[in-house]
């Protein structure tokens, strides 16, 4: 089993945020029947955040690890400021990496989660109008107090990076990686192999794109404010898709079960969504479908760096993304 700093993980841990946020309606007794199946697996990385349903995906998560947190890995943040109790102290900054938002966030995401420790508590974004050697100081402070057991950053640069975790050392990088999102092959996984630092690809079934899926109707969906979900660019990247299934019949296997595999050949530890029981053990047997290397280089030359059409995250998203 993979190690982030001092936890060991399973090969994959699940990220809870569409639970309760950005990709449509979550029937509540179906999301928690899924974390429990979740833990039933043996999946003990879970993955949330303060601004995930305003607090409610870490209440779900709170009552789903109750009375059985023993040997789980849990996983939020606090950065990115919402609407709702993410705004409470961050004095009207969309990004904030201000010591005290991240002691008072701390406070509610613990509460909510109904835990004593956030395992790896992750600065969600870069506020660029505080040193990252601040933001970090402080979460050394909650570490030595035992409120949290390491520290991430989600989609930080190399620079800051370095900075960090010359403050204090980083357990794990969040960052986004999959077939469609291979930038941080260039200069940010190579940093932080360098520094010991574990990487957690979030997205790493492209929001669906990569498992086959298509976006509800629902306009409360976030993915269709995501360029790459729309017209043109949708076509031209469902065409490389394209490329996923036909391999995925070939080996007998789902489209999201190669996109995964692929992930899961870089030796990382990535954290795939879903609120359905069905897709949650299909994406877990993902960790059975070893690639070979002619297969991971006919995908890789399907995926380009830098060749999928349309950018991440919406124009509005601050700081490089909603969430
Ligand atoms: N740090 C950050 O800034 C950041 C940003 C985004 C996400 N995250 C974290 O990363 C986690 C995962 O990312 P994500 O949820 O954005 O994207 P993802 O895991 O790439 O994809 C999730 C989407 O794929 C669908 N899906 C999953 N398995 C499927 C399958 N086998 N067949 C068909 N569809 C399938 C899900 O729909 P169904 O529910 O219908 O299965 C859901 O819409 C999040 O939950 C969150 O914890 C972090």
Redesign the pocket.
Known sequence: MPNLGKFTVSQQGF????LSH??GH?DEAESLATLDRVIGLGINFI???NV?GDGHNEQLVGRAIKGRRDGLVIAS?FG?VGSGISAEGANGKRVSGDPAYARLQLEGSLKRLGIEQVDIY?V??IDNSVPIEETVGELARLKAEGKIGGIGL??ATAETIRRAHKEHPVTAL???Y?LWTRDVEAEILPTVRELGIGFVP???????F????TTPEDDKDVRHRHPRFHGEAAQVNAARRAIVEDIAQRLNA????VSLAWVLSKGVVP??????IK??E??WAANDLGLDADIIAELEEAFPIGATVGARFPETAPAQ?P?
């Open positions: 990220g809870a945020m569409g950005n990709y979550a993955d949330t955040a995930y943040k990115i992750y969600h974004r989600s989609e969040q960052s986004e999959s979030f997205s790493p079934l492209g929001r669906g990569l498992a086959g899926a789902t489209t999201a079960q954290i795939p969504g879903t609120r359905h897709h949650l299909s994406n993304g969430s």
